[in-house]
Structures are given as structure tokens and as C-alpha cells.
């Protein structure tokens, strides 16, 4: 088994042009751990946007990600009410959350952790669709889709669909500008979901986001998940993307953190 330490050393060095073989006994490690064709994967180095190894088919085609999109909402919504992200009381069900009990009282970084549809649709729906543009584009990505409605821009339905390619690079982005407005927030908020939040399933010590997306597969199920991991959080060096048929996001983390454990 390749270490952790071995694989972050290669990932922290100059870019190649090609993957060094460390990164490639970490493409054997993945492929011979982890052969179930129910789920897909992107490993990149988060420095230089390199592919380290994958199995995802067509992964520059748009598909829906689900809750991957809200940092990017947020964000958009920060920059249009100078950053004074509001508090929320998510009651569940009566506020178009998908925890039927409710998430009770929501600000940014608790409502990223906890992937909360009440929090953000009453974000998204205080956004003009310019703002959202302006900020998506500056992080390489396509805008929802023009007649799409708030719930689309939270991740709900198929309203706006990203590449898989285009969202991990975007995370790595997200993570570069961490010294940007709002940026610091998001970012709180993911290292809170992996430790006791949607993404704890891939462990605490990265930057997690889940997400639950419309399944697009032949063999339809209720949705697949979605979970991203910059690792590590002291000094990330590789983002590694997974989605799960039919599973909700927070589940898809477990499987990113089998992942993240066989890699070292």
C-alpha cells in the first residue's frame, strides 16, 4: 500500500506532464481496492489540476452534482449583501429541507457542514441570477441553466449541470482563494462536515462537501451521491470527487473514506 506521506510529497511537487509512479501505484491501489462499477471516482492533484487517476466515464459531460454547487451560491450571495451571511431556523419539511425534523437554527458554516436545503434555498432566493454568473464564471464553471428557478441553484432537479472535471477543479479553486471574502466560511464549514456534519463518513482532516444528485443512470434510482474531499486540511494536496449510485450523499462519504484510508 502506497503512504499517505509518499503520495502527498508527489502531489506537492513541481506539475509533470505525465503521472510519476508513485501516482500510479496509487491508480493500482484504487482500481485493485475498489473494482464495485457502482460508483465512479476523479483524483487530481489539487495543486496543479493533474489527474492522478480515475474511472469515470465521459467526465467532461454536464451531469447534476446536487449540494456541490451551494458554496458557489453562497458566495454569490455574499458578494450581493456584503457578506453578512443571515441565521436560519430550518423546521424541516415546512421549510423544503430534506431532514424531515429540521436542522433548527442554521448559519453558513453550520448550514455547509449539514448540507441544509432550508438555509440555502432562502439564500438562493434572495440572488439575482447576474450574481450567481458573475461568481460560477469566475470559478471556471457553466451557469444554471436560464429558465431554471432558486431550487436549481441550491442543486435540486437538473437545472444546472456541471462536468465533473470543471467541479473538482473548482473546488481546488475555491480553495485557493482562501483568503477571498467569504471563502474562509465555506471552507470552516467543510472541515466542520467532516468531522460531525454530512461528510463525516470520509473523516475529519479534510475539506468535505456532499451532495445528493438526480439519478441520470439507465437503472433510475431515488438519487446518486456526490461527496468532494480536499485532503489534507493542514496543507491539501490532491481532491478526489466519488459519486455513488443510489445512495444520498452523506453515504457516498463513507465510501470516500475507504478511499482516503487505502490510500494510506
Known sequence: MITRRTLLSILAAAPLR???????????????AFPDPSFCYLLTNHATGREICSRWPHPL?????????????????????????PRFLCTGVETNC???????????????????????LSLARELQPEALTTVVQR????????????????????GWRISPVAIARAYSELLARRSDPGVGDILAGMALSARSGTGRGAGAGSYVKTGTAHCIHEAQEP??????????AAAPCFNL???????????????????LHALG
Open 18 to 32: 505525465s503521472a510519476s509512479l508513485p501516482e500510479q501505484s496509487a491508480a493500482a491501489v484504487l482500481d485493485r
Open 61 to 85: 459531460d454536464p451531469v447534476p452534482v446536487g449540494s456541490l454547487v451551494k458554496p458557489f451560491t453562497a458566495l454569490a450571495y455574499g458578494e450581493a449583501h456584503d457578506f453578512q451571511f
Open 98 to 120: 430534506w431532514l424531515p425534523q429540521g436542522h433548527g437554527p442554521m448559519n453558513i458554516r453550520s448550514a455547509i457542514a449539514h448540507s441544509c436545503n432550508a438555509y440555502f
Open 223 to 232: 438519487g446518486d451521491g456526490y461527496v468532494i474531499a480536499l485532503s489534507p
Open 139 to 158: 470559478y471556471t464553471l457553466p451557469p444554471p441553466d436560464p429558465q431554471a428557478e432558486p431550487p436549481a441553484w441550491i442543486g435540486l432537479g437538473t
Open 241 to 259: 470527487l466519488v459519486r455513488v449510485h443510489g445512495v444520498p450523499g452523506a453515504k457516498a462519504a463513507w465510501t470516500c473514506g475507504k478511499m
